[in-house]
């Protein structure tokens, strides 16, 4: 909806040429022309009326009216204070219509056409309005009946994520709201694989075991199985909001697990077998996991009916639900398969004293 661009029409202009040896002549300078014109066509604030039945004081503009601003004769008549007295403009300069010329537009040293538009319904995200842009675009190429194919024939092509390496010939750029949206997600993205790469490490320097975190990071998607539907069931959006909502319940996540991998650890030092210690953890500890649960949810409850940080309340509220009915699953049995791997391929040593 409201598709527009910034193609201007042309249109007719008052050009004002200044002839500048009668001006000398006549002891006007350029800069006194200027001034009478900006005064006469823009308005100049000459001093402000103060109403004290408003609030603010009303600036005083002095300007020609409509009819006089347009006129050729009107514009020639105007006086011009010089050194010698008033003269009018008509006798230092030539007044006359011309044609506007087209604005030309740049980005990035290219010059651009700007094409804007806003989507509205069902479909708020533009990534759709794209796809169907391109389709759009691919039928015009095909019948041959693209505006650009008279400066180079074929597709039109399109860049979504980077700018045009050459302004030779036509392309087509994404931009605008569908740039910010790339960038948000693509920054968010790599912050969020950062904090994976810190919580493996802490996670290894505090058990001691380069394959205990993907028992404990494991739940960290398996939150996605809440968000995903969450935002279907309330029809919401996936937004920035919603991306920050799964990192930060990401934290979350990795600390349920912990508690569970640190309870089973602790009672195996206490010499309980492995498969007893697996499943007293996944009762156990599974109340403080469930409170945990309880409080994000509640906390989180606040937001949800904002229009900006509902994304943030869903993630919050259904990642973690998810995640903490599929961790005291999931966390156990990678714990249990993993250690009991380590203990099948342990090497048998035996010592020999005499």
């Known amino acids: 909806m409201d598709v527009d661009w910034y193609v201007t029409d042309p249109h007719p202009e008052l050009r004002v040429e200044l002839v500048t040896d009668k001006a000398t002549a006549l002891g006007v300078s350029p800069e006194r022309v200027r001034q009478v014109l900006e005064a006469a066509l823009r308005g100049t604030t000459v001093g402000?009326?103060?109403?004290?039945?408003s609030r603010e004081d009303v600036p005083l503009v002095v300007r020609l009216p409509q009819s006089r601003r347009t006129s050729e004769s009107q514009l020639a008549a105007l006086g011009v204070h010089g050194t010698h007295g008033v003269v009018s403009l008509g006798e230092i300069a030539r007044i006359r219509q011309d044609m506007a010329p087209a604005v030309i537009?740049?980005?990035?040293?290219?010059?651009?056409?700007?094409v804007t538009a806003d989507m509205a319904g069902g479909e708020e995200s533009p990534i759709y309005a794209m796809l169907r842009a391109g389709h759009a675009l691919d039928d015009l190429a095909a019948q041959g009946r693209g505006a650009w194919q008279r400066a180079q024939p074929?597709?039109?092509?399109r860049l979504t994520t980077s700018m045009p390496a050459?302004?030779?010939?036509?392309?087509?750029k994404w931009d605008g709201e569908w740039q910010i949206t790339y960038e948000v997600f693509r920054d968010m993205g790599l912050a969020?694989?950062?904090?994976?790469?810190?919580i493996a490490l802490l996670v290894v320097g505090w058990f001691g075991s380069y394959t205990t975190p993907i028992a404990i990071m494991a739940?960290?998607?398996?939150?996605l199985i809440g968000i995903i539907p969450a935002h279907a069931l309330a029809g919401a959006f996936f937004t920035a909001t919603s991306m920050i909502g799964f990192i930060a319940g990401a934290g979350i996540v990795v600390r349920n697990s912990i508690i569970l991998v640190d309870f089973i650890e602790l009672r195996r030092n206490q010499g309980v077998p492995l498969a007893e210690a697996v499943v007293e953890a996944g009762a156990l500890r599974f109340r403080p996991m469930l409170l945990t649960a309880a409080s994000v949810v509640a906390g989180a409850f606040v937001i949800l009916f904002d229009p900006i940080f509902q994304g943030l309340a869903i993630s919050l509220m259904a990642g973690e639900v998810a995640a903490t009915l599929f961790s005291r699953l999931v966390v156990p049995v990678l714990y249990y398969l993993e250690k009991r791997h380590e203990e099948r391929h342990v090497t048998p040593q035996a010592t020999v004293q005499g």
């Open 192 to 198: 969020f694989a950062a904090v994976l790469v810190l």
């Open 219 to 223: 739940p960290i998607p398996l939150s």
């Open 48 to 53: 402000l009326v103060r109403d004290p039945q």
């Open 105 to 114: 537009y740049h980005k990035n040293l290219f010059p651009v056409v700007y």
């Open 166 to 172: 050459q302004d030779h010939e036509y392309v087509l």
């Open 154 to 157: 074929g597709t039109l092509p």
